[in-house]
């Protein structure tokens, strides 16, 4: 019980959570879609039974991702998924990605397309919670995982409108977001045991595993997202101006 006490614990919490809200913004929209066409009695029912679907579903695929990052190569991989994702998180493409969800006046019809959608949306989400979950140890990234996802879905469903508002106010949320998610890819890839054991990949070259370590790499890694991810923003066209070119 004591492990659920600790600072690195809720830390790990605290990153889940607003990793889900950053990242996940997209269900609250996909769950609207979907359920649009329901009568109103229905309409709570789909909402609720797809989002449980959502939340068992991403439960799974984060288990798997946790099993899998104890693979040689795979945290390296991840921290550079993780990485674009940040520098994407920063600088957005102007698009509408939900063009092609599809509505159903029946119950199941619409769970189905709300677990499916999610199933597709959710690999950044996956790969950035089982990344905070490495920081927690090894005995309760499970539990850690279930508690975070529990607490911020409802607020991404029932207060996706605030959370957006609050974003479009305060701007600097989403850079640090994006920067939290350069922190977790650098620490992710100095643990990596294809660098951090010595004992195997002999012709890998080694990174020592000290906190002091792991504390610079999660810097070089949050400021490798703000700076590329200002930059490409720098570089894109603005809306107004896509639309007159």
């Known amino acids: 019980m004591e492990q659920f006490l600790t600072p690195e614990f809720w830390v790990a919490v605290g990153q889940i959570i607003m990793i889900d809200i950053l990242l996940g913004g997209d269900n609250a929209v996909v769950i609207a879609l979907a359920c649009r066409k329901l009568p109103p009695a229905q309409r709570t029912k789909g909402i609720l039974w797809g989002t ?3 939340i068992l579903l991403r439960v799974i695929l984060i288990f798997f991702a946790l099993t899998l990052l104890a ?11 993780l990485l674009w994702i940040g520098v994407k998180l920063l600088a957005p493409e102007h698009d509408d ?4 969800i599809a509505a159903s006046d029946k119950l199941w019809a619409a769970v189905k397309t709300v677990i499916i959608a999610d199933l597709v949306m959710s690999v950044d989400n996956v790969i ?4 905070a979950a490495q920081g927690a140890g ?12 529990l607490v911020s879905i409802p607020i991404i469903v029932w207060g996706s409108q605030l959370v957006i508002k609050l974003m479009d106010r305060f701007p600097m949320i989403i850079t ?10 650098g620490t992710m890839a100095v643990s990596d045991p294809a660098v951090a054991n010595a004992a ?32 490409v923003a720098s570089r894109r066209p603005k809306p107004s101006e896509a639309v007159t070119a």
């Open 176 to 185: 640090l977001g994006g920067m939290l998610l350069g922190w977790i890819a």
């Open 97 to 100: 990605a939900h063009g092609n």
């Open 138 to 149: 090894e005995g309760h990234q499970m539990p850690l995982v279930v508690f975070g996802l």
């Open 200 to 231: 195997a990949w002999t012709w890998v070259p080694k990174i020592p595993q000290s906190d002091v370590v792991r504390y610079a790499a999660g810097v070089i890694g949050a400021l490798l997202v703000l700076v590329i991810g200002k930059w």
């Open 52 to 54: 449980a679907g959502a």
């Open 71 to 81: 693979i040689p190569f795979l945290k390296l991989a991840g921290a550079i998924l």
């Open 128 to 131: 950035a919670i089982a990344g």
